[in-house]
């Protein structure tokens, strides 16, 4: 069974500090995504990473691939109270389905 | 861009009663689309992929009696909840795969609240 390890589950910190979100797996990916999803919404698509080690910016969000394609990190520079959300990594399998990790709640403060 | 429409976003019904939910790619034809059940503070989980015109593929555990897909067009997929019982309440969620945008080309419904009482 693959799974994906996201941590932390939970995150509160003060606007502008830097924060990472780590996702891990012993299985290897094709490709791997990053969503972001608001208190009763869908999540929405924030990157795909493809290729191993590659690395992703969008605006003060930093998304890593590893090497191995076995793990994946989210960085978000001076974080900003809009950044509040829950950050789900989800693995794409070779069906062409995802496998979501348990994501990570993020709280920014003012 | 690409925008999936689900509706509705929220049902309150009665134990023993059905309930439909319709997932719409607006923009885009959707060979493949997919429900997922999310129960509060935790992850996505797979229910079922439906493909256009056969059978859903449903994940173990998953009760292809209880939750029956449909998906009758490249634009449209629907998740009836039979005979529902408060367990069922939860958080539904559709997405729908954009075949020009390959592998990646996923799009997620607003999402689904089902409260049984």
């Known amino acids: 069974t693959q799974l994906l390890e996201q941590s932390p589950q939970f995150l509160s910190i003060q606007e502008g500090e830097n924060l990472t979100v780590y996702c891990n797996s012993s299985s290897v990916f094709s490709s791997l995504q990053w969503y972001r999803q608001e208190p009763g919404e869908g999540p929405v698509l924030l990157v795909t990473?493809?290729?191993?080690?590659e690395v992703k910016k969008l605006k003060r969000l930093t998304f890593q691939f590893g090497d191995a394609r076995k793990d994946s990190s989210l960085h978000i520079t001076a974080a900003q109270p809009g950044d509040t959300g829950l950050y789900l990594c989800a693995g794409v399998l070779p069906s062409g389905n995802l496998i979501f990790g348990k994501g990570t709640k993020l709280s920014v403060k003012p | 861009g690409a925008v999936v429409s689900q509706h509705p976003s929220w049902v309150i019904c009665k134990s023993g009663t059905s309930v439909k939910i319709e997932c719409r790619s607006l923009d885009f034809q959707a060979t493949t689309m997919f429900w997922y059940r999310q129960f509060p503070k935790q992850s996505l989980m797979l229910m079922a992929t439906?493909?256009?015109?056969?059978?859903?593929?449903?994940e173990q555990g998953v009760e292809k009696d209880k939750f029956l897909i449909n998906h009758a067009s490249l634009t449209l997929s629907t998740l009836t909840v039979t005979s529902a019982h408060p367990e069922d309440s939860s958080f539904y969620i559709c997405?729908?795969?954009?075949?020009?945008?390959?592998?990646?080309?996923?799009?997620f419904g607003s999402g689904t609240r089902l409260t049984v009482v």
């Open positions: 997405s729908a795969r954009d075949i020009k945008q390959g592998v990646w080309g996923y799009t």
């Open positions: 990473v493809v290729t191993g080690g």
């Open positions: 439906s493909n256009e015109g056969s059978k859903a593929t449903y």
